[in-house]
């Protein structure tokens, strides 16, 4: 059972583009909603998180935008650089000590 | 933010030996680690969540005979892959919650290779 459901899974943007990656997930219990920027050989860094009572959340050129009723949220990168080529997972959990339900990732290549 | 030390990086065992790995939280007390596996290409799967001071949790389908866990301290676990075979060979990473908050820190990972 997938409860995180990412789309879609590679992307091909051009340098200055935007980049827009979605998920939708299944369980009306996750309360938290990060993204994971994750280069090759190393473990996922932090991007962005949102949580269910904020719409959309933006910190510098990435933008979450959160659909409670749809159950959907994505990403949004502006201005796509060659360095922002990596792979990007969604996630979701629980408040407190609960594991990550990742998706299944999205591999990004920005072009010069 | 938290940092979560992962070592080693990457390592190469023969066929049937044991590798630990070790997960460090350097700045903060971490209760709960959270233990993933990743094969090439695909997401990263829960394998098991240790707890300081108790017996870690196991996903379905995750030997626990296999994949020793060791949470002895609240800034100390361990994964010990014990007689490991080449379909062991992954990226394996331990990933902390900071004290209760949904935010995760993770390890730099470990890229294990059984020849």
């Known amino acids: ?112 | 933010g938290a940092v979560v030390s992962q070592h080693p990086s990457r390592v190469i065992c023969k066929s049937g030996t044991s590798v630990k790995i070790e997960c460090r939280s350097l700045d903060f007390q971490a209760t709960t680690m959270f233990w993933y596996r990743q094969f090439p290409k695909q997401s990263l799967m829960l394998m098991a969540t240790s707890n300081e001071g108790s017996k870690a949790t196991y996903e379905q389908g995750v030997e626990k005979d296999k994949f020793l866990i060791n949470h002895a301290s609240l800034t100390l676990s361990t994964l010990t892959v014990t007689s490991a075979h080449p379909e062991d060979s992954s990226f394996y990473i331990c990933s902390a919650p900071d004290r209760g908050a949904a935010e995760a820190f993770f390890g730099q990972g470990t890229r294990l290779t059984v020849v």
Not at chain 1, 30 to 52: E, M, N, S, T, V
Request: one cysteine or more; charged letters at 15%.
């Open chain 1, 1 to 112: 059972q997938q409860q995180v459901k990412q789309s879609p899974q590679s992307l091909i943007v051009q340098k200055g583009g935007i980049s827009i990656i979605n998920c939708a997930y299944e369980n009306t219990a996750f309360d938290y909603f990060p993204w994971y920027q994750q280069f090759p050989g190393k473990g996922p860094a932090l991007l962005i998180a949102i949580r269910p009572d904020v719409s959309e959340k933006k910190e510098g050129r990435f933008t979450i935008s959160f659909n409670k009723s749809a159950k959907q949220f994505s990403l949004h990168i502006m201005d796509s650089q060659p360095g922002d080529s990596a792979t990007y997972f969604c996630a979701a959990s629980y408040s407190g000590n609960t594991p990550l339900v990742f998706g299944k990732g999205t591999r990004l290549s920005v072009i010069a």
